[in-house]
């Protein structure tokens, strides 16, 4: 199983990024899919989950309304829209899999993880 995750960068406060989770090796469309952010010195927190079929979704309070969760099951790809960054959003971000298919805010039910990719937001 392998989980690519893509698309972070640099980016103003107030700007936007849409990160990307290729998946592969795995039945993607059975899974819930999670996104979490780990910065330094810090432990790793959940920020969006979405169940298997893209019905049920779950935010972080710190990140709702400004972020969307959303898959295509067809390309086995899960995707997080960020919007109106702050730099507290800086992290990096990780993309996991779960095969219950719900969806968790919760680390432990998580398979798979993904590498990560860095998001930094400068004020």
């Known amino acids: 199983v392998q989980l690519q995750a893509s698309g972070g960068g640099l980016v103003q406060a107030g700007g936007s990024l849409r990160l990307s989770c290729a998946a592969s090796?795995?039945?993607?469309?059975?899974?819930?899919m999670g996104w979490f952010r780990q910065a330094p010195g810090t432990e790793r927190e959940f920020v969006a989950a979405?169940?298997?079929?893209?019905?049920?979704?779950y935010y972080a309070d710190s990140v709702k309304g400004r972020f969307t969760i959303s898959r295509d099951n067809a390309k086995n790809t899960v995707y997080l829209q960020m919007n109106s960054l702050k730099p507290e959003d800086t992290a990096v971000y990780y993309c996991a899999a779960e095969m219950w298919g719900r969806g968790s805010p919760n680390i432990d039910p998580y398979d798979y993880w993904g590498q990560g990719t860095q998001v930094t937001v400068s004020s």
């Open positions: 979405i169940g298997w079929s893209g019905g049920r979704t």
């Open positions: 090796g795995l039945t993607f469309s059975r899974y819930g």
